[in-house]
């Protein structure tokens, strides 16, 4: 397994050191004029985003590395060059193949840190930055070298309601499964918005907006009004928020929000941040600098889960998931057309069976049966689970109530069935799933048995 973990090293580290020495034609990357250093030109077609925010984007490029990242911030810079570059015409972000070595330099980043995980865990934050940065390179973070980044992400919920707020977020811009509860607590946060700071409150606004765009959730629309004016009516008399990040991420909670415009001054708001910036063009660091990019140029974190990913099915254009799950944000490791399937999930408890509970459930193609499990726990309590997490996924110890005991030799084993299990004729222990959870993808007309029973 480890092994695995430092073979991906070597093969992002080696495809990235393929593309810095490609030759490019447009400049020489060793140059050392301040024009060579950006290589961000900014573009007279470029009138919606103002000098600061030109000034930002090439300082930007001047952090970066020689491994071409930009150490802590690399996903977050990256996910605000990203959105940048998603403008046509706009010639304010790196090429094209300046952001595939970054993104690769970002990968390996990911990958160490799971493969060093027990010794140095991984925050929630620090994992949602990611999982929002490959998103908006349209990198399905669920599928991320065989590794489901959201359902790690999930499975720590944060403590703290900020970072509970910005992980849920990046989950449902990553259009993976959001749980009821998940959901409550984002409300219970809204409706007590007076009592939160203000970056929890912005955050949660985030995440809410993002939840509504789900057709099954549009009615919690409604829930955003009290807490966006609450938040709004919180703008101090210089047009900030108590500091810089606040600010950024207020602008990015209330963007497009024109009904508030009677409870704050936008424009005041945004002056506020451009008197903030150093005259290189910097806020303080790459990391924030990043956040008032996306603040001032319109393209808050909010519009990740509605890029154009290459997609063209009718769900998307329409803003339609199917239980909580849409087709994959993956440019890339699907060879074939992304289809909602259909698939039962079955729980035993006994070599004799004393227990028989089943649910069938229907969600994209090759979703890993993690995902499915958590459906099933939200359609159904008797699938509660509880899971450890290893460097190559989660393993399942308790399932229904009943917890793995290896002194008695109890064991619950997932078996993968052409037919739903009968249990006059139990499956044979060939049958059993060759992956684990993370890694065990969904196809049409699958029957998934997880049996409780002494070996």
Known sequence: MYVSWVAAVFTLATLACSEELRPSSNYDFKETTEASKTTTQVSDNADKYGTGVKKALAW?????????GWRNDTPKVLT?????????????SPARHEIELSSKQM?????ILLWRHHDVPITPPQLAKYCLALSSLCHDPRQFH????????????ATHDLEFAYATLAACTARAHVRKKQIRRLLDIANTAKDHNIDTVAMTILALRCIVKDHRHRNLQHSLRRPSISLARQQQ???????VFNTALVLQALQDLHELNSHWNKTAARAYLESRQDPDGAFTDPGLTSDVILALSERSLG????????RHDSDYENNVEIDGLTKSLSSHGNDSEIRNVTVTYTLWVGSNVTENCTTTITAPRNTSFYTIMQMAMDMDPHFAFEASEWPNGHYVHTLAGY?????GYHYWLLYRLPELPDPSAPPANQLVAPVGVD??????????LFWYKKL
């Open 303 to 310: 519009v990740i889960r509605n890029m154009d990913c290459g």
């Open 60 to 68: 930007l490029i001047t952090q970066r590395g020689d491994d071409w």
């Open 80 to 92: 605000a060059l990203q959105l940048a570059a998603e403008e046509e015409a706009v010639g304010l």
């Open 403 to 407: 917890k793995e005991e290896p002194m």
């Open 439 to 448: 890694d065990l993808l969904i196809e049409e007309g699958d029957h998934y």
């Open 107 to 111: 990968e390996i980043e990911i990958v």
């Open 237 to 243: 008399p210089d047009g900030g928020f108590g500091n």
């Open 146 to 157: 065989g590794h489901d980044l959201i359902g790690t992400l999930q499975h720590h919920e």
